[in-house]
């Protein structure tokens, strides 16, 4: 059974800095792109980022480029998002999502990990 | 990029049918067969209904379907249930990742 689980949400002050986590099971992790993608409260989901499977070639959204970084750890099944410079529009639930091999659909979710960015 | 438009919300009675558009652009929704559907409820891992435009992974009941014409791509489900209420977002790639606005669904 696949599962993605997120971690490592919580408040951080402006200009503050969070890493999340998501590690994933029930799959052969290094053979997927894994995204991340937001829901600021009260708005729609929104495409953060990705990753391939080896870590060698990451995406952007223009409003978190230069701020926030993707990574991932195969041995441990894990990504990583590193956010720096982190704003009050960056208050959202996170969510990691596996890609599909061979098209372009996101078909497992985690739950989710809240970051409120806040004085 | 802009994100792609949805209706904000739709409604139906239990049995009824509603159809959900996503309208995107010529480089995006019209150009590929690249959209897929979810159904997100708060506080839950979002859910992957459709994907490929038409194509229902293992286990959605085929009372969900996709369609496309043009630039508009559209969910329908029939048969409504009250599970079904939620929110539902379409997601395009067209060289980037684009969701739509969301769509509350009501089952009165």
């Known amino acids: 059974e696949v599962q993605v689980v997120e971690s490592g949400g919580g408040l951080v002050q402006p200009g503050g800095s969070l890493r999340l986590s998501c590690t994933a099971s029930?799959?052969?992790?290094?053979?997927?792109?894994m995204q991340w993608v937001r829901q600021a409260p009260g708005e729609g989901l929104v495409w953060v980022s990705r990753i391939n499977g080896d870590g060698s070639s990451t995406n952007y959204a223009d409003f978190v480029k230069g701020r926030f970084t993707f990574s991932r750890d195969n041995a441990k099944n894990t990504v990583y998002l590193q956010m720096n410079s982190l704003r009050g529009e960056d208050t959202a639930v996170y969510y990691c999502?596996?890609?599909?091999?061979?098209?372009?659909?996101?078909?497992?979710w985690g739950q989710g990990a809240l970051v409120t960015v806040s004085s | 990029q802009s994100a792609l438009t949805q209706p904000r919300s739709v409604s139906g009675s239990p049995g009824q049918s509603v159809t959900i558009s996503c309208t995107g652009t010529?480089?995006?929704?019209?150009?590929?067969?690249?959209v897929s559907w979810y159904q997100h409820h708060a506080g839950t891992a979002p859910k992957l209904i459709i994907y490929?435009?038409?194509k229902r992974p293992s286990g959605v009941p085929d009372r969900f379907s996709g369609s496309k014409s043009g630039n508009t791509a559209s969910l329908a489900i029939s048969g409504l249930q009250a599970d079904d209420e939620g929110d539902y977002y379409c997601l395009s790639y067209g060289g980037s990742w684009l969701f739509g606005g969301g769509t509350k669904l009501t089952v009165l």
């Open positions: 999502a596996r890609e599909t091999s061979g098209s372009y659909f996101l078909d497992y």
């Open positions: 490929d435009v038409t």
């Open positions: 010529s480089a995006d929704v019209g150009a590929y067969k690249y």
């Open positions: 029930g799959f052969t992790f290094s053979n997927f792109w």
